[in-house]
C-alpha cells in the first residue's frame, strides 16, 4: 500500500514544488519590471471597479494618471513620510520598534494601530486586497521584502503618492491634485500635501478640499512634522539626517 502511494506522493510534491517556483519566479519578474515601468493600475484599483460594479454604482468612474517624480512637488511624498513613515528612508520594508509599540500598547488595553511602513502599504495597494487576515499579511511581507530589495528608496515613493487613494475613485497625486485643488501636481504647496496625506487613513470617508475639524488637526500635527524633518530633503537627499539623532 505504501509502495503504491509514493508515485502519487512524489507527483503531488513535484507540482508543488512547480507552483512554488513559477510563484517566485513571475511575482519577482513583476516586481522588477514595475521598477521601471509605470503600473497601469493596482490591485487596489482593481478589487474597488470590481466593488463599484457589484453595488450597482453607474456614476462611478476611477481617476488614475502617473506623473513621474520629477513632474510632482516634493511636498507630497515629505509629507506622507511625515504622517505614514518618518523612518522611510532608513528602515529595510519594516519598522520593527513601530510594531513593538503596537503590540506594547495592545496588551495594555489600547486598540491595536497599524504600523505600516511606506513599502508595505506599497505592496499592498499594488499588489493584493483589503482586509487583515494572516494570509494577506503574510503576502504582504513577501511583496515588501521583494520591493525593497529590488527598488531604490526613491521609487518606492514614486510608486506610493501615484497609487495610493486620497479619495473615493481617486487614486494618484495627479488626478488628486487636478480634483482638489485644480492644479498640476508639481504646484501643491506644503499645505496641499499635508491635506492630501491627512485623508490616508479613510479616503473615502475623510476629504481633502473639504476638511473635517480631524482632517484639520491631523494637517497641522504634519505640517510641524515635516518642518522637523528638515523639509523636503529629507524624500530628495540621499542621506538625510536620521530623526532619532535630530537636537
Do not use: C
Amino acid at each position: 500500500m505504501y509502495a503504491r502511494n509514493r508515485p502519487k506522493r512524489r507527483r503531488w510534491l513535484r507540482i508543488l514544488l512547480w507552483t512554488m517556483g513559477s510563484w517566485l519566479v513571475v511575482t519577482e519578474a513583476l516586481v522588477l519590471v514595475l521598477r521601471f515601468v509605470p503600473p497601469p493600475t493596482s490591485a487596489f484599483m482593481l478589487e474597488r471597479r470590481f466593488e463599484a460594479w457589484r453595488h450597482g454604482e453607474r456614476d462611478f468612474r476611477l481617476h488614475y494618471h502617473w506623473v513621474p517624480w520629477s513632474q510632482l512637488s516634493k511636498q507630497v511624498p515629505l509629507a506622507m513620510v511625515a504622517s505614514e513613515d518618518q523612518t522611510f528612508p532608513f528602515n529595510h520594508g519594516f519598522d520593527f520598534s513601530s510594531i513593538h509599540k503596537a503590540i506594547d500598547t495592545a496588551e495594555d488595553g489600547g486598540r491595536l494601530r497599524g504600523a505600516s511602513t511606506i513599502t508595505q502599504q506599497t505592496a499592498k495597494n499594488l499588489f493584493l486586497w483589503g482586509g487583515r487576515s494572516f494570509l494577506r499579511k503574510g503576502i504582504e511581507a513577501y511583496f515588501t521584502v521583494l520591493i525593497d530589495l529590488s527598488w531604490p528608496k526613491r521609487r518606492i515613493l514614486e510608486v506610493y503618492v501615484n497609487i495610493a487613494e486620497l479619495g473615493n475613485g481617486i487614486y494618484g497625486v495627479d488626478a488628486a491634485s487636478r480634483a482638489f485643488f485644480h492644479v498640476p501636481p508639481d504646484r501643491l504647496d506644503a499645505r496641499q500635501g499635508a491635506l492630501l496625506a491627512a485623508v490616508l487613513p479613510d479616503p473615502r470617508r475623510l476629504h481633502a478640499d473639504r476638511p473635517s475639524a480631524y482632517v484639520l488637526a491631523r494637517v497641522d500635527w504634519i505640517m510641524q512634522q515635516m518642518r522637523q524633518l528638515g523639509g523636503t530633503a529629507y524624500v530628495t537627499e540621499r542621506h538625510p539626517p536620521h530623526p532619532r539623532t535630530r537636537p
